[in-house]
Antibody
Framework: QITLKESGPTLVKPTQTLTLTCTFS??????????VGWIRQPPGKALEWLAL???????RYSPSLKSRLTITKDTSKNQVVLTMTNMDPVDTATYYC????????????????????WGQGTVVTVSS | EIVMTQSPATLSVSPGERATLSCRAS??????LAWYQQKPGQAPRLLIY???TRATGIPARFSGSGSGTEFTLTISSLQSEDFAVYYC?????????FGPGTKVDIK
């Protein structure tokens, strides 16, 4: 049974750095093809993917946020950490982590895959 | 970057009726498309992947179709628990973006 849970501060001040931790069970990030992603959702708005990390430490970032994001993994602790620098009130959102499997398409090669298991999300408010 | 659009933004349907939701990609994503359902206060749930394959435990009333740039999610007979927001997501390239969502509410 795969489960994921996000943790971190509920309130951060503008310009601060946000650090979120995803703790998971039911799979290993040392297994070939396995990955974890971060997705966020501002209140009343759509989902926005942020970052991905795979078993081989391959990392992918949303182009619009790449300069502010860092994703890392600790395989021994079954954790993935996302840091986002220079937080702004527009970054107020629910942040989710999710399990993902690397996908192979015979014509286009490898691609990120879909998010099949999600954490419950953690609400982060950016305000002074 | 591939841009995903969904229509309509809101779909009002009576229980028991069919709902048809559309998703369009700005360029071909082949069949590398997923659909998610999100209810208020909950995390999204995977419904469909590969454009037409139901995820584990998803009822048969949910079906997906399409390829390339045009996709459809059909709910054959809406149940009370199906009123939610539905998102599509492409995973054909390394920017797995989501669409803006379609809200299905009670008519």
């Amino acid at each position: 049974q795969i489960t994921l849970k996000e943790s971190g501060p509920t309130l951060v001040k503008p310009t601060q750095t946000l650090t979120l931790t995803c703790t998971f069970s039911g799979f290993s990030l040392s297994t070939s093809g396995v990955g974890v992603g971060w997705i966020r959702q501002p209140p009343g708005k759509a989902l926005e993917w942020l970052a991905l990390i795979y078993w081989d430490d391959d990392k992918r970032y949303s182009p619009s946020l790449k300069s502010r994001l860092t994703i890392t993994k600790d395989t021994s602790k079954n954790q993935v950490v996302l840091t986002m620098t220079n937080m702004d009130p527009v970054d107020t959102a629910t942040y989710y982590c999710a399990h993902i499997l690397l996908y192979y398409d015979i014509l286009t090669g490898y691609s990120p895959g879909y998010f099949d298991y999600w954490g419950q999300g953690t609400v982060v408010t950016v305000s002074s | 970057e591939i841009v995903m659009t969904q229509s309509p933004a809101t779909l009002s349907v009576s229980p028991g009726e069919r709902a048809t939701l559309s998703c369009r990609a700005s360029q071909s994503v082949r069949s590398n498309l997923a659909w998610y359902q999100q209810k208020p206060g909950q995390a999204p749930r995977l419904l469909i992947y590969g454009a037409s394959t139901r995820a584990t435990g998803i009822p048969a009333r949910f079906s997906g179709s399409g390829s390339g740039t045009e996709f459809t999610l059909t709910i054959s007979s809406l149940q009370s628990e199906d009123f939610a927001v539905y998102y599509c997501q492409q995973y054909n390239n390394w920017s797995p973006v989501f669409g803006p969502g379609t809200k299905v509410d009670i008519k």
